[in-house]
């Protein structure tokens, strides 16, 4: 499988597309209403629930139809033929374009929560008329949505990967190292600080497989495979508590899907030992 963000089904963008017909997604707090199966809410059926909206937001166009996500309260999770869908399990079962949507959704959300005041002179921030902004009048400074670039890495040694686990993963789940990129930092020199950093393996040849947003809050996963240059493992006991070595035949019992960036970089290389 493929990750492609900008897909031809959602259009990321603040500008309407004067199609009367919407859909709508709703989101209380961390989570998101699901309806007869489905994250996607015509606007027609749920219209009722403009009562319960505290924020609405454009965020693109689906099939040429505008696009929102509503915050809605929390009272919406008890009506009848709703229920709240954790974002993390959400993301993991959907395809590229509603992984996208949902991303987007949230990540705005986030982003307006955490700039509402002018970060130089502290007074509140207005939504821009013209683009997906926030602008303090005052100091005239745009504040855009803020996105991190992480890298996340599978290393390889011939036939074998090392995945590491942190101690608050579910029991069994392991998976690539990742880590946020410093100020000057390449991607390139940012996987080979992370892991040298998190199990103390040197890397070479980094192999740049494809990227992926991912809401927690606001990142972009750049994924990597790299060789290993050593083999011996220690882990930095801080962010991971255990990483071995794993024969591509012989992964751990648990491992991310290929729908997500560090379940497809492991799904990469054990195509790759296979041939
Ligand atoms: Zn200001």
Redesign the pocket.
């Known amino acids: 499988m493929e990750l492609e963000i900008f897909n031809q089904c959602f259009y990321p963008t603040s500008v309407p597309s004067g199609n009367p017909n919407r859909i709508v997604i709703g989101v209380i707090g961390r989570s998101i209403v699901v309806r007869d199966g489905s994250f996607l809410l015509p606007f027609s059926e749920i219209e009722g629930l403009h009562y319960y909206r505290l924020r609405r937001m454009l965020i693109g166009h689906w099939q040429g139809l505008d696009c929102e996500v509503w915050e809605l309260m929390p009272e919406v999770a008890n009506l009848e033929g709703i229920h709240c869908s954790d974002l993390r399990s959400l993301l993991i079962a959907s395809d590229d374009a509603h992984f996208a949507m949902a991303c987007r959704a949230i990540q705005l959300l986030d982003w307006q929560d955490n700039h509402r005041f002018?970060?130089?002179?502290?007074?509140a921030?207005e939504p821009s008329e013209s683009e997906n902004s926030l602008v303090?009048?005052?100091?005239e400074?745009n504040n855009y949505p803020r996105i991190s670039p992480c890298v996340i890495v599978v290393v390889t040694r011939g036939d074998s990967c090392l995945l590491a686990r942190q101690a608050n993963w579910p029991e069994g789940l392991f998976s690539a190292v990742a880590g946020f990129l410093e100020a000057g930092e390449s991607a390139e020199d940012a996987l080979t600080r992370e892991v040298f950093e998190e199990v103390g393996v040197s890397v070479c040849n980094p192999e740049y497989v494809g990227s992926q947003s991912w809401p927690f809050p606001g990142q972009l996963m750049l994924g990597f495979l790299a060789e290993a240059t050593s083999e011996e493992i220690t882990v930095d006991g801080v962010e991971i508590s255990q990483a071995q070595w794993w024969r591509y035949d012989k992964l751990p019992p648990s491992i991310p899907p290929p729908t997500v960036m560090s379940g497809l970089l492991i799904q990469r290389f054990v195509d790759r030992v296979r041939g």
């Open positions: 002018c970060g130089r002179c502290g007074q921030t303090c009048k005052a100091c400074i």
